[in-house]
């Protein structure tokens, strides 16, 4: 099966619950029915070694993507190129999928090809996506089977020990008002995930839209959020242009 392929039927199962819902009389996705979904997520920030591209490229680029696109158990959301936008990675592919050995055998899989050994991962994000624990019906985009937008903005995320402190009821007011102020901004796509224990980071924070000046002025609204104050780090934050992969890596390496 094809990543496209997978990721249409990951919005069916979507679809399909949601159609559920309306039959049981439900009007809000239960945290069950994200949890039905892909779990897992990765993010490969890699940087461009030019003097191994191979030549020609293009068989090259044809063997990296074919494995890309039709590995056993991932779908890929995106390759986007960030060449410009950051001096240490030129390209991030978003994958998306249900075992976490998977990206692993994928990842070797891609470096041992021409063009992978030039194209080597410089960061790699990885986490488990399901339900917000302040508010069970909010999960990321991805889950919602939302199209993927132009823009990606990744990064990590730690927040500090004393929010762990608070109690319960005072953090949920705290997200919730955190999540009122991004309402104002309605085609961002928001993806949270967790990443406790298997990386450095707590979080992975992806946000989505067409437009970067709305990313930038969404994140500053958010800075105004009361949560703010118990943010110990949200750095380095990643940009990138989506391109269909062969299409990206073409423009990268010719």
């Not at 990721?7 to 679809?15: A, G, K, S, V």
């Not at 949890?35 to 044809?62: G, I, K, M, S």
């Not at 132009?150 to 705290?174: G, I």
């Not at 958010?222 to 990206?248: C, N, S, W």
Request: include cysteine.
């Amino acid at each position: 099966m094809s990543s496209f392929a997978r990721l249409e039927q990951f919005r069916e199962i979507w679809q399909n619950r949601s159609e559920e819902q309306e039959k049981d009389g439900r009007s809000e996705r239960t945290r069950d029915d994200m949890n039905a979904l892909p779990r897992y997520t990765v993010f490969w920030l890699c940087a461009l070694d030019q003097d191994r591209v191979p030549r020609p490229v293009e068989p090259a680029v044809e063997e990296f993507v074919q494995l890309l696109e039709r590995s056993e158990g991932t779908a890929l959301r995106g390759a986007y190129l960030a060449t410009g936008f950051r001096p240490d990675v030129d390209l991030i592919f978003w994958l998306l999928g249900h075992d976490p050995a998977h990206f692993q055998d994928l990842a070797l899989a891609l470096r041992r090809t021409a063009l992978g050994r030039a194209l080597p991962v410089r960061y790699a994000y990885f986490g488990m996506a399901g339900s917000s624990q302040y508010d069970p019906t909010h999960g990321p985009a991805f889950l919602r089977g939302e199209p993927p937008k132009r823009y990606l903005s990744v990064y990590p995320f730690v927040k500090t020990p004393e929010w762990y402190l608070l109690p319960f009821e005072e953090r949920r007011r705290l997200m919730a008002e955190h999540g009122r102020l991004g309402d104002e901004f309605p085609t961002v796509l928001t993806n949270t995930v967790n990443s406790f224990g298997v990386q450095d980071q707590e979080f992975i924070v992806a946000l989505e839209d067409d437009d970067v000046g709305t990313l930038i002025t969404m994140v500053q609204r958010l800075r105004a959020a009361e949560v703010r104050k118990y943010t110990q780090l949200d750095t380095p934050i990643f940009l990138g242009q989506r391109y269909e992969p062969r299409e990206a890596l073409i423009r990268l390496v010719q």
